[in-house]
């Protein structure tokens, strides 16, 4: 197989303008012969479906939740990017492109990202219009505020609330599209198996969470727009619910998975408290403008800390080490977000972590309560304040907060081209669950960026295309495929359900994650990798024989839902170690110990590895077959990143 | 698993489903940590009640730090718990005492039918945002996003009504089951921004009528929803609502018809 | 017409109603209570009387007591209607009440009304329909000589059974002749059940009023940073502080005449 990302020829700024006109139209009267469906309501997925059924097309859209507002893009709190420069502080789309791809460290596609910083500016004025309260300035105008890995202003944002806002708004554009009869959602419904014929995606199966009951539905083509696969790690940022599932289910049918290694851990999380810990809960990134970040400059203060004995604010200015600001002077506390997670683990070997667990350093607003006030910091951060409040029961306005890094947004996805289609054709991956745009590390207030960006404006152009070739002529579940996927879909959740060993899911849940955070997280190394290798492969077989799947098919069954999952997510894992061990490079989030420079920065190897690495499913227990996609940079210059 | 020290009796609403009975059913919960979230609690319970081969609870939950609106329960009297301004997934442990008897409930109306046990189905309140929450424009043609100012005042008083994360405590809360609060959250987030306003009295009159629709009560400004209501949404807005929505029917000229084909 | 007949059928335009009929009751009471002030003159009910008489008597006044008949039919009945309906919409209550902060009052107003409503019915009864239908309800006579500004009373016999009031001038007296409510109230007044009865009523005044009056504002959608604390203010300190204490110390107050023997 030869990978083709369709990148379109020309100069960088007039790829996008230039594919625009070449690509087919569907007529309008013919739109409403075609039926699509959108599997995920999250910012990608609500802004396709919705857009979509605004051109005429029938649209089907399907969430595991039991309502498209709540997708996990709900969560994000700091911000979204946009090339306006309305701060008019240098500004560009080409900046933010830049930006992107030097955040990346160099592993992302050139085309695609230009393209999203020049549709970025759309973004803003399409979720103005819907009514989105972006924060504002007292003139009236839009106000930004500055995020890592950037020298200018241009994130967007809601207080403390934006993905919610956002998603608000890309609900209430779908929810019109419901109300005109243009959409048919599907809540609790949860995508099992894509459905291909002549290996191009015509449909899916569904499990009706309510009822059991395993549906096929039929459509010219299928976007998956079903997010992230942090989860994998078990505790990470994301919500519950948040898997892997369906990506890998495309997957196994042919879909390509790109880079499933390239994973980020966000620097500003509250620590685990305890092995209860469901989840983390992140402070967002935006908190770095005014907060400082520091640890005890000796492990003898950071003891006395650890015990109790010292309290944060006690701590002696010159007994501080502001790390950040030490060894980053030009961007400080807002360096990217790999650069600082590793920063805090190194703090932390090296004995200074504070808190009960020693697994934490400080991020301390000390400094901007006094220069701003405590009623302005509050303004920008009370909800984050609040939160932290309520999980810590410490008061951040009085004492520095406690953070740590954590899983927060995995690069890697389905593999898909220029036009955002995976390897099988009329299969589409949008948002988060593709790979497309953020290399080996996505910078902050991107994320929402790419999501609406793919779903308003990029697939409702690229999709057409593919329509148009294939024609209007019906597609329905009659076809043998359907009942064939459907069986297997059967035999699959019959096989789960007739597990009745000794051993939650969770607990294998929690035991992947461990795994893969021990050996697949902040740095790995070759012999770290190969023993997670056969850990995880233990831990599969073990899991098919001696997992506790309770109830029945026909019923509401968390139990089999999230068994489903954590099997899919141990699959996942094994792959993500395969990536990782095959990636001897550094780049990015992805710290290979082996590769670093004099100063323990992450070391690419541009040679060998400027490549997009998608691995391809060659039946179950086999190994995965890898691609290389390689990667041409024509408009900028690798170099190494340097953020000092 | 867990390593703390409190022990909790709970009694428990459990119900196959909307068709069957349902009763409480009194479950141990031990060594309980302070810093636990509530349902990390019922995730110990359901833990060992798995262990032993019978069924978890069920519950709603998905982001757990209070921003999905899907989490419910009515803890011992009050919707997401006696803590104010907070989620049950939010709430912790420490916010009970050892030893103490939690009674959880479902959230119960005649317009949130249960799904199974704790959870509910709240998807009404989708149908109410689907009669008129939105401003109706398409992607792409729009002006840009600093062509119309809006006074600060404004934009922080529509985001304060758009904070509303769904979750139904208000309907839970309230002694009549109104939704008000929740549907005139929109209606003000919409209704004070210029890009509301052309369709600003047929969205309040679209959206009251799907409400009605649905079988929730009616208001009576008894203010209980707005104590519980894990965002602080405020009585005011259901003020604002009454207000848009009589001058929509009794004053204003043009013919409004509701959004319905 | 149907229009408005969807928008008093919604949930919103009963509630419409609820306030207006509630306001226009409120407007009432503060008429009322000023008038039964004039109980407390020590007249022998001369002006509470001629009062009593005005009201039943001058057109304007007439059609307004109808409306406000009406009102109180319209209030009470959409009252139960929408009670009705809020108890639909929660068929399967909770095992443990709702500690959800809210007033007592707000609370209970369904309760409030009913008791005010037979509260209403009982005292319509009393006065209302005595004062218009009984034949055995007496008249006064007050002579008042305009130089002295002294009055002097009298039972009064009509001459013929379609007497309802005169006003004569006669030789510097004035002569007015009314039907004596006023006795009637002093009758009421001097039984300790029934005084306890008004006392009672009027407590639940002043609690429907705490929550109802400010509500019918927030109904109506006038709620303002700079106004509503000002009808927060009416709400509590006028209708219900000053106007049920007023109402009720009239029974309290006869009945304490009634004990000491002489009025
Ligand atoms: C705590 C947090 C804060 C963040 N803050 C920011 C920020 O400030 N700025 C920024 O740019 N990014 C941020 N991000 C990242 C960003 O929020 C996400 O990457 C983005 O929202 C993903 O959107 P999505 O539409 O791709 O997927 P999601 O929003 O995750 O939606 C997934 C959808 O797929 C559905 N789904 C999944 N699997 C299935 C299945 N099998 N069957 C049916 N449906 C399925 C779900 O129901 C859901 O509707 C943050 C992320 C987190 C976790
Ligand atoms: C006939 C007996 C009465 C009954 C049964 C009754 C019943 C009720 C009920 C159930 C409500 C609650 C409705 C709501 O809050 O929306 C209410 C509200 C109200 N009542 Fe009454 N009531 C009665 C008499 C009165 C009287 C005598 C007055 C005034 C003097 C009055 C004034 C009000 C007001 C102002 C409201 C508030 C309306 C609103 O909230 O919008 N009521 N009444
Ligand atoms: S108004 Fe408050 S209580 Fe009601 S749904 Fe919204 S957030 Fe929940
Ligand atoms: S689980 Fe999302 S709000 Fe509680």
Redesign the interface.
């Known amino acids: 197989m030869t990978l083709d990302a369709k990148i379109p020829q020309g100069p960088l700024a007039e790829k996008w303008s230039k594919h625009k006109f070449d690509l087919k139209l569907v007529n309008p009267a013919n739109k409403r012969k075609y039926d699509i469906i959108v599997v995920g309501t999250g910012l990608a997925g609500a802004s396709a479906a919705a857009t979509l059924g605004e051109l005429g097309y029938n649209v089907k859209a399907y969430c595991f939740q039991d309502s498209p507002r709540r997708a996990h893009s709900i969560a994000a709190q700091g911000g979204i990017n946009a090339a306006k420069n309305y701060q008019n502080d240098g500004d560009s789309v080409f900046r933010l492109f830049y930006d992107t791809i030097k955040g990346g460290d160099y592993r992302a596609r050139e085309a695609n990202v230009y393209r999203l910083a020049e549709v970025s500016v759309n973004i803003i004025d399409q979720c103005v219009a819907q009514g989105v309260p972006f924060a504002r300035e007292y003139g009236g105008l839009l106000d930004n505020r500055s995020f890592g890995g950037s020298q200018v202003s241009r994130t967007f944002y809601a207080r403390g609330q934006t993905g919610q806002q956002l998603l608000l708004g890309a609900y209430s554009a779908l929810n019109r599209q419901i109300h005109a009869g243009k959409v048919k959602m599907y809540t609790r419904h949860e995508m099992l198996d894509v459905v291909t014929i002549d290996g191009h995606a015509k449909g899916i199966v569904t499990r009706n969470m309510l009822t059991g009951a395993i549906d096929t539905h039929a459509a010219h083509a299928v976007l998956l727009c079903t997010g992230g696969y942090s989860n994998v790690f078990y505790l990470s940022t994301n919500a519950i619910g948040s898997n892997v599932t369906a990506a890998w289910r495309a997957h196994k049918r042919g879909a390509l998975f790109a880079n499933p290694c390239y994973t980020q851990i966000h620097p500003t999380c509250i620590p685990v408290t305890g092995d209860h810990q469901s989840k983390l809960t992140l402070m967002s990134e935006s908190l770095r403008n005014d907060g400082r970040v520091w640890a005890p400059k000796t492990a003898a203060i950071a003891e006395q800390l650890r015990k109790g004995t010292l309290k944060a604010d006690q701590v002696k200015e010159d007994d501080r080490d502001y790390f950040l600001e030490r060894k980053y002077p030009a961007f400080g506390n807002l360096v990217p977000r790999d650069v600082a997670s590793r920063n805090a683990k190194e703090m932390v070997e090296e004995g200074k972590g504070v808190g009960g667990s020693g697994f934490a350093v400080f991020l301390d607003f000390a400094d901007a309560i006094k220069r701003l006030g405590e009623e302005t910091v509050a303004a920008k951060y009370g909800n984050l304040f609040d939160m932290y409040y309520q999980i810590t029961n410490e008061n951040p306005y009085k004492q520095p907060m406690r953070i740590y890094p954590a899983v927060h947004y995995t690069m890697g996805g389905l593999w898909v081209d220029y036009n955002l289609s995976t390897t099988i054709p009329g299969l589409y991956a949008l948002g988060e669950c593709n790979f497309s745009d953020h290399g080996a590390n996505r910078l902050g207030a991107s994320a929402l960026m790419q999501g609406l960006s793919d779903g308003y404006f990029v697939i409702p152009y690229t999709l057409g295309d593919y329509l148009a070739k294939i024609g209007p002529k019906k597609v329905d579940t009659s076809h043998p495929a359907f009942e064939q996927t459907k069986q297997d879909v059967i035999a699959h959740v019959n096989k789960l359900l007739a597990l009745k060993g000794n051993k939650t899911v969770n607990e294998y849940h929690r035991e992947l994650g461990h795994i893969i955070w021990e050996y697949c997280g902040m740095a790995r190394t070759d012999a770290g990798l190969r023993k997670a290798k056969g850990l995880i492969q233990a831990l599969k077989a073990d899991f098919w024989k001696n997992a506790i799947v309770t109830g029945e098919n026909e019923e509401v069954n968390a139990s089999l839902e999230r068994a489903g999952r954590v099997a899919d997510f141990i699959e996942l894992g094994e792959l993500m170690i395969d990536d990782a061990l095959m990636r001897k490079e550094s780049c990015g989030g992805h710290f290979r110990v082996e590769s670093q420079t004099a100063d323990g920065e992450a070391l690419r190897d541009d040679e060998n590895f400027a490549f997009v690495a998608a691995w391809e499913f060659k039946g179950e227990n086999q190994p995965e077959e890898l691609h290389k996609e390689p990667l041409t940079f024509e408009a900028v210059h690798l170099s190494q990143r340097n953020y000092a | 698993m867990s390593n703390g020290n409190m022990n909790l009796t709970l009694k428990v609403w459990r119900q196959k489903n909307a068709q069957t009975a349902g009763k409480f059913v009194s479950y141990k919960a031990e060594n309980i940590s302070p810093d636990m979230s509530f349902l990390e609690m019922l995730d110990v319970v359901n833990e060992s009640l798995t262990h032993k081969g019978d069924e978890p609870i069920n519950f709603d939950h998905d982001c757990r730090e209070g921003i999905c609106g899907m989490c419910s329960l009515y803890i011992n009297g009050h919707p997401h718990g006696p803590k104010r301004g907070v989620t049950t997934c939010q709430l912790h442990m420490r916010t009970f005492h050892d030893g103490e008897t939690i009674t959880i409930e479902p959230w119960r109306a005649e317009a949130f039918p249960i799904v199974k046990d704790l959870a509910v189905d709240r998807s009404a309140f989708d149908r109410i945002q689907q009669a008129g929450g939105y401003v109706s424009v398409n992607t792409g043609g729009v002006p840009d996003g600093n062509a119309i100012p809006i006074p600060k005042v404004i934009a922080d008083e529509a985001f304060n009504s758009a904070t509303c994360i769904g979750c139904g405590a208000c309907v839970a809360a309230c002694k009549n089951a109104s939704a008000m609060l929740f549907v005139s959250a929109k209606i003000t987030q919409l209704g004070l921004l210029p890009q509301g306003q052309p369709e600003r009295y047929r969205r309040v009159q679209s959206m009251v009528a799907q409400m009605d629709e649905e079988g929730f009560g009616n208001c009576t400004n008894t203010g209980a929803c707005e104590a519980e209501c894990p965002k602080e949404i405020k009585l005011t807005n259901i003020a604002r609502m009454n207000n848009d929505y009589f001058s929509a029917k009794l004053f204003r000229q043009e013919e409004i018809h509701e959004q319905n084909h | 017409m149907s ?1 408005f007949k969807q ?1 008093f059928n ?7 109603i609820m306030a207006l009929t509630g306001l226009f009751l409120c407007t009432f009471l503060i008429v009322h209570v000023g008038g039964n002030l004039l109980l407390f003159n020590n007249d022998n009910g001369f002006s509470f009387n001629v009062y009593a008489n005005f009201l039943t008597h001058f057109p304007p006044i007439e059609v307004i007591a109808y409306l406000l008949y009406l009102s109180i039919l319209v209030h009470a009945l959409y009252g139960l209607i ?1 009670t009705v ?2 108890r ?16 007592w009052s ?2 209970n ?1 369904g309760l409030l009304g009913s008791i005010l409503f037979l509260f209403i019915v009982i005292h319509m009864g009393d006065f209302w329909y005595r004062y218009h239908n009984d034949k055995n309800m007496g008249f006064k006579e007050y002579r008042t000589d305009l130089a002295t500004g002294v009055t002097t009373v009298a039972d009064y016999t009509p001459a013929n059974a379609e007497f309802s009031h005169s006003v004569a001038t006669e030789n510097n007296v004035e002569i007015v002749r009314v039907k004596d409510l006023h006795t009637r109230v002093a009758t009421s007044f001097s039984n300790i059940i029934y005084v306890l009865f008004y006392v009672i009523a009027m407590g639940a005044v002043a609690f429907h009023l705490l ?1 109802g009056f ?2 019918a ?7 303002h940073r700079k106004y509503t604390p000002i009808v927060y203010f009416i709400g509590t300190w006028l209708f219900a502080v000053i106007i049920p204490l007023a109402f009720a110390a009239m029974p309290v107050y006869y009945y304490y005449l009634s004990t000491q023997g002489a009025h």
């Open positions: 229009e928008t919604s949930s919103l335009g009963k509630k419409l929408l309906k809020n639909k919409a929660r068929p399967v209550g909770y095992a443990v009440a709702t500690k959800s902060d809210a007033s707000s609370k107003m929550h400010q509500s504002f927030r109904t109506l959608g006038w709620v």
